[in-house]
């Protein structure tokens, strides 16, 4: 991928577009993945990483929320990573993520996910440009492994304007819901938002292989990015061309005889 502005791209939908019209067509999305992820289950021959990043209050927890509401829970695993622990961080940091990642047949979330430790350790001067710069080609080797290995990896960046993180911090304060979501932090990181687009941008430049490309997703208006992620996954899994398996049946086992003569007559 080229060099990326994130200040060019807009976090809105197209102008065109039409609202009701995408809301039809993500329900479509939707029940079709239901459908996808049985199959994918099913055969285990393939397995799908989903990595959920974006600015504070950009719904990443929505958007899993939303897009996987019809999806049978048994096939689903989200995984959510915060602030290393004393053994995680005592190993490289690559450690904690892999053994995170997808058995075959099942689908695993990222809500936040090993691009922090491109991100916020930069954003906070922990480790030096140079140090990242050799993270991205580790982490580029880690996702081609897991590719080459049937994984599938989609990873969207949810991208949002200044404006609607403001919007959300206020509603975090003022809905007595939302309220348990405000951390004291909140603002001082969105004090940091140049420095952590331009980490962003960088990420983004720098680690999208065509076999796991960033995908840009205006976030601004939840049913469009609820949309073009469902959209996205439902592409990636019916490229696979699953089929359900036979199963290991013997049709010359007496007892299934008798039941098929049961129900056939």
Request: net charge negative; with cysteine; aromatic share 12%.
């Amino acid at each position: 991928m080229g060099k990326i502005d994130l200040l060019a791209i807009s976090t809105l939908p197209p102008e065109n577009i039409n609202k009701k019209e995408i809301k039809k067509k993500t329900a479509e999305y939707n029940e079709r993945l239901r459908e996808l992820q049985k199959v994918l289950y099913s055969e285990s021959k393939w397995a799908l990483l989903i990595v959920l990043q974006g600015m504070d209050a950009s719904g990443k927890d929505g958007a899993t929320r939303d897009v996987f509401y019809s999806v049978n829970p048994q096939g689903v695993r989200v995984k959510s990573f915060k602030k290393p622990t004393t053994e995680e961080a005592s190993h490289d940091f690559l450690w904690r993520v892999h053994k995170c990642t997808p058995a075959k047949g099942m689908i695993q979330v990222f809500n936040r996910s090993h691009y922090e430790e491109v991100l916020i350790v930069r954003v906070e001067n922990w480790i030096t440009d140079e140090e990242a710069y050799r993270r991205f080609e580790h982490i580029n080797n880690f996702e081609r492994f897991l590719h080459d290995s049937g994984t599938r990896i989609l990873k969207f960046y949810l991208h949002i304007s200044e404006e609607s993180q403001r919007e959300d911090f206020y509603e975090r304060v003022t809905e007595p819901t939302k309220r348990w979501k405000y951390s004291a932090d909140d603002l001082d990181k969105a004090k940091q938002w140049p420095a952590y687009r331009k980490a962003y941008e960088e990420a983004i430049e720098n680690c999208s292989p065509e076999y796991s490309p960033w995908i840009i997703v205006p976030s601004d208006k939840n049913w469009y990015k609820e949309y073009l992620i469902s959209k996205h996954i439902v592409e990636t899994l019916e490229a696979l061309n699953m089929e359900y398996p036979d199963g290991d049946i013997d049709m010359n086992d007496p007892d299934l005889i008798a039941l098929m003569k049961d129900f056939e007559g």
